[in-house]
């Protein structure tokens, strides 16, 4: 079965840095986009960031522009979100999910458990 | 930016009661517009998508409707399994979502 498996998380100081994978199982991983999302304490979901099948296309939202970037290992089915000059507004739940589609551009059709950052001194 | 207006926050029902959660865009999605139920600790479970397209192996009791940028969620006869978080996501310009709608038991 489809599996998004995060890791990568923990207690990192503000301006520090941090990378979350995302292990992909139980389908084709090199046909889907990659997205990530996350969780702040008492927030709604907000998108991040999204890599679509082969990389060739990124984006990311504009609350972490410049300093997260996205990428993925097709040969090790794994995404990866790096994290730059951490804030303690980063902290939140970070999901992956798989779009419906390689491009990147429909609805997120499974999700991860997600991973707890928290920035913090 | 499209911005997602949820409500309401917090819903107490009790098991059998209908139950219909709302979702308002700042602007017309085009019906890209998808839902999803959330447990803690688990991951995210797709429910509908295109506004009322049931996600294969998803009971009949949950159903999406509206469209332009007005949509419901509804549960017509809440189940136990069925007290969770709801949110919604438009999909129609890059990706935002509702803030989320507690189900908890009356």
């Known amino acids: 079965q489809v599996q998004l498996v995060e890791s990568g998380g923990g207690v990192v100081q503000p301006g520090r840095s941090l990378r979350l994978s995302c292990a992909a199982s139980g389908f084709s991983f090199s046909n889907y986009a990659i997205h990530w999302a996350r969780q702040a304490p008492g927030k709604g979901l907000e998108w991040v960031a999204v890599i679509s099948h082969d990389g060739s296309y990124k984006h990311n939202a504009d609350s972490v522009k410049g300093r997260v970037a996205i990428s993925r290992d097709n040969a090790k089915n794994t995404v990866y979100l790096q994290m730059n000059s951490l804030r303690p507004e980063d902290t939140a739940i970070y999901y992956c999910a798989r779009d419906l589609v390689s491009s990147g551009g429909f609805y997120f059709d499974y999700w991860g458990q997600g991973i707890l950052v928290t920035i913090s001194s | 930016d499209i911005q997602m207006t949820q409500s309401p926050s917090i819903l107490s029902a009790s098991v059998g009661d209908r139950v219909s959660i709302t979702c308002r865009a700042s602007?017309?999605?085009?019906?890209?517009l998808a839902w999803y139920q959330h447990k803690p600790g688990k991951a995210p479970k797709l429910l509908i998508y295109k506004a009322s397209t049931l996600e294969t192996g998803v009971p009949s009791r949950f159903s999406g409707s509206g469209s332009g940028t007005e949509f419901t969620l509804t549960i017509s006869s809440l189940q136990p399994d069925d007290f969770a978080t709801y949110f919604c996501q438009q999909y129609n310009t890059y990706w935002t979502f509702g803030q989320g709608t507690t189900v908890d038991i009356k």
């Open positions: 602007h017309d999605l085009n019906n890209y």
